[in-house]
Every structure is written in C-alpha cells, then in structure tokens.
C-alpha cells in the first residue's frame, strides 16, 4: 500500500514469503550515492552528502518498518522506493535491511513488480497495486501503469486504509508512505535557491558593468564636446584673423560635413 497523510494504495503479496536474499537487496547509502552524486563522484563508503546546499534531513529509513515502506523523491527526478524485506519466523537469522530501488516515474508497474520479486529470490510472490477510493472501495491497478500515474493517484486520495483488515492467509500487504508536498518540492526549492544566488551574482554585476558604461559614456560625450569647442574655436580663429571668409569659406563647409560623416559612421 503506498500511503502518505493524505494518500492510500496497495502492493500486495500473495505467496507465503520466507525471507529474502541478502544480494537482492540494495544498500541505502550506494543509492543515495547514485540519485545525488555527480557523474564523475567516486564512491566512497561513508559519504553521505554530495550537495552544499542540501538541506538537513531526517534519516530516510525512519518510518520503514514491518510492513510499511517509503517514498521519497530524489534530486534526479526519480523515485527512491523502501521496502522492508519480509520477516522469517521459521529462520533465527536476522532480518535483511530494506530494499532500496529507484524508478522513474514513466516506468510501468510491471518494472517494479519485477525488482520486488527479485529482491524476495528465491520466492517467487505475486505482486498486485492497490488503491482505495475516498469511499473506501479497493481497486487493482493494471501493471501498464506508468508509475507516476500511480503515485499521483495515491496523493489525491484521502482514504486511510486499516492494514490489518481483511486479506488472505498467505496475503502480505505493506503500505508504502507517499512523499508529501513538502518532500517532492524540496530540490526544486533547493535549485530555486541556487538560481536566485546566480542572478544576485549577475545583478552586482550588472550594477558594475552598467556604472563602468555610464563612466564611459561621460567621459566620451565630454571628449565629444571638447573637441567641438576647439573645432569652433580654431574655425573663428582663422576665418575672422588669420586668413578671412573668402578661404575659409570652402573648408568650413568640408570640414563640418566630413565631421557629420563620420558621426554618422561611428
């Protein structure tokens, strides 16, 4: 059953389950490794975080228990499945840790249903998807389903669902804790943040780029007029003393366009 506060569903276990193989189930932290870590991230055991930013969380396996799994999202847009492994009550061996798996939410139910039955090797289970309306009416979900179908169905429900009720002799029913809304927007807030630093980054820059241009600006628009100052200042000069109108006439005229022509083609 995967339920969450808010959300009801059902995998069930139909054969009479006697423990599972250590090799088929996952180890917690390796998982964790591959939904977070970079591309070129070596594995190292004991690393627990590969992310500056990310925030403090409570331990993943909290809540994982007989007979209940969990759900959590992952910063690669996957789902990180728990399950308990099956307790055997015919063996004096401990129990095996959790199955951890990662599926992708266009992934059918078929696809999970086989990483459960090889996580439980040598049995061979019978695994069924079950959700339970508002009304408390179970239904079985067809293995084609994608499997973020699944889970957005499981969040919109509101039902609770009793485990202990009803079910066959032979019938294990583990109710899995969908991750709340909180839980799924925690990268994307996670990303928002980063992105909000990047652009306080470019805005100082921009702030100093925009004052740079704003200095230059001035400074060529006084360059400018300086140099208008002394262009009409050297035209009186040698039109009224030196040399007269009739001479200066022509190049007034040649000068003042050629300066209009290259304005125009600066």
Known sequence: MIRSDVAPATFRNDSGLRGGSQEGSFYVAHSHFISKASPREKWRPGLTSFDKDEEPSVDELEGVSEGRGKL????????????PNPKDTTQPRPRFPPSVMLLHPSQPLSHLSSLIRASLTPASPIVSFRSHSSSGQAFQWSESTDVGDFIRDAA????TVDPERGGAPLESIIQVQVPTFVDRTRYLRRKLRSVERQIASMEDLKLICD?????????MAVTGFGMLVVYWATVARLTFWDYGWDIMEPITYLSGLSTVVLGYLW
């Open 72 to 83: 959590l999202p992952t910063s690669t847009h996957l789902f990180k499945l728990i399950l």
């Open 211 to 219: 004052k740079e241009a704003h200095q230059g600006a001035r400074r």
């Open 156 to 159: 919109r429900s509101a039902q």
